[in-house]
């Protein structure tokens, strides 16, 4: 009993360090939460952390969705080999983003890598004439670190909370206004298939099918992922369930109406699919692509009348609380959701 209590105040110790260290949007110091779940047929799920991806054994080799990173990858790659006994022949990429499409690396000794063709051009280095004082948005932060002023971020300016090493393409220990521009992408490795609208894989009688989701606020790289044979479909990051949009939903990139046209396109897509997982969120249906959708035209309607009513934007951030949505994760997130959409409906398009 006495050992029963100790082990249940250690379990809620790392709980609370792993949702401490996840508000600071680092990987967790704890050791990673991980898991691997059936969905259905041969396609499963695995997590890490508040990150998920899917893949589908066939007896020909297993074709995985995002690598996440290096870490879970390795850990995923020896889970694999022991439960399944094949390895992985692709890796089907759901865009560029760090904090899904990294450690890919870790599969190149059998996998080749599918993603949309723009994934290419977001990997790409900016100029080299990009300045650290051109950065808007979610990598500002890490441009406003050059503390001496000399138009590069040293790694000693830095905290341990940056991913330096992701940022610094080039490994020479400062981070130029390119390289914070293109984002923590180094462990990113491109796509060696990439295909425009839409492209089928085939392996052991399964089939996995990648369609472009389009030009959007969240990337111009976004694939529809679906696992046709075994009724799942796979949306990264453009939809999320039971979760709020990030933050500010990076409204500097604008492209709000395409988003929604997006999120539309997947419910249309996801009616044909008995599941629906996402990058965030528990597994589900479609019916939580339509919840997604919903929170939106609540947020696009309340702030569309507070502008109206010529309230200030803190007048909005007050008023608007979004209270029926308290179960979802990110919900204080709400007053800079309020700003995105402030911004989406009164930024210059
Ligand atoms: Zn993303």
Redesign the pocket.
Known sequence: MGSSTTTRILVGMVAVLVVASEALGQSPAAAPRRSIELISGGVYTATNNNHRTVFVVTPEGIILGDPINADFSRWLKAELATRFKVPVEYVVYS?H?W??ASGGDVFADTARFVGHANMLSHLALPPASTTLSQIVGEFAEVAKLDANRNGVVERAEAPATVPFDAYDANRDGRLSGAEVMRGPVSFVRPPDITYKDTHQIRLGGKRVEVSWVGEMN??LDSSYIAFPDDGVLFL??FVSFRRLPNREMDYELGRFEQWMTAIRNAEKLAAGFRHVATGHGPVGTVKDITAWRVYFEKLRTAVAAGIARKQTLEQMQRDITMAEYSHWDGFDWVPLNVLGMYHFLTDSK
């Open positions: 865009h983003h904090d899904h969240h990337s990264v990051d």
